[in-house]
């Protein structure tokens, strides 16, 4: 399965980001054994040409092929004609599963977050969409409320509770109500290995205000990654934007904290 969580960043001016984070690993046969797995699996995508990000836990084989896919198909402009990119992409996983073979559909969840707008009078949305075999009409739609501030949306996967758990440790610290309280503690909740079916490292795609959807390179344990995958050294790499683990900007090639951005220290945690 996996962990992921959403969560709205903010600043003094009302809400600045939307950004959903997720693990790398993917477990074979599907969440039952964590002697077989694999850590570099991709589970956050985002569009290149509009203001949208989409994640997934549960399954794997249905979102890894379908999610490329149509988000192709929105940057190539072979999308509905309305421009409504959100409803767009549910209708079009919604058709394809028509046809995926019964026997292999399995619970998951597809995460889309999107904006309406541009600038100041932007407007951040995240909808969920959700398959379970038990329920009768396959998948339920939940629109999730995005406040002014910066708050936790949504967690989800096999590792909710141990991620839950470490949004809490970091909320009693004084980062509390920061878009780094809640990515470090996502972070600290992967490594800690508490979900075996969690690990590797963190994938994070953001949308701001202004621009389309991001994939961000993460600095983790002293390595680069991007998307999942381990960065094999010959990369291009300042056409990305890189955090680390405290969510701090951080400089792709050097692996240290830019020069100009504020240092995130970890806080003094309580129990």
């Keep these: 399965m996996t962990s992921l969580v959403a969560w709205v ?88 599963w028509r046809e995926y073979p019964i026997s292999e559909r399995r619970p998951l969840s597809i995460y889309i977050a999107y904006r309406i707008g541009e600038g100041m009078s932007a407007s951040f949305k995240l909808t969920s969409l959700t398959y379970q075999t038990q329920t009768p ?15 936790c949306l949504a967690t989800d ?3 909710r509770i141990v991620v839950q758990d470490a949004l809490a440790t970091w909320q009693a610290s004084s980062a509390a109500g920061t878009s780094r309280a809640i990515f470090s503690g996502f972070v600290d909740s992967v490594i800690s290995g508490m979900d075996p079916r969690s690990g590797g490292a963190p994938q994070l795609g953001c949308i701001y205000r202004k621009g389309s959807g991001r994939l961000l390179g993460i600095v983790h344990n002293g390595q680069r990654y991007f998307a999942g995958s381990h960065l094999i050294g010959d990369e291009a790499l ?15 090639r050097t692996k240290a904290r830019l020069c100009d951005a504020q240092p995130q220290p970890r806080p003094s945690m309580h129990p």
């Design 157 to 159: 996967g096999s590792g």
């Design 238 to 252: 300042d056409g990305v934007e890189w955090r680390n683990s405290l969510f701090e900007r951080t400089d792709g």
């Design 9 to 96: 960043g903010a600043d003094t001016r009302g809400p600045s980001s939307l950004n959903l984070a997720t693990d790398s690993r993917i477990t074979w046969p599907a969440g039952a054994s964590t002697a077989y797995h694999w850590d570099h699996g991709k589970k956050v995508f985002a569009s290149a040409t509009a203001p949208l990000v989409v994640g997934f836990v549960g399954d794997v084989l249905f979102p890894a092929l379908m999610l490329p896919s149509i988000i192709d198909r929105v940057d190539r402009s072979v999308f509905r004609a309305d421009g409504s990119t959100a409803e767009g992409l549910i209708a079009a996983l919604r058709r394809e």
């Design 137 to 151: 009409e396959g998948w339920t739609r939940e629109d999730i409320p995005v406040p002014p501030t910066s708050t």
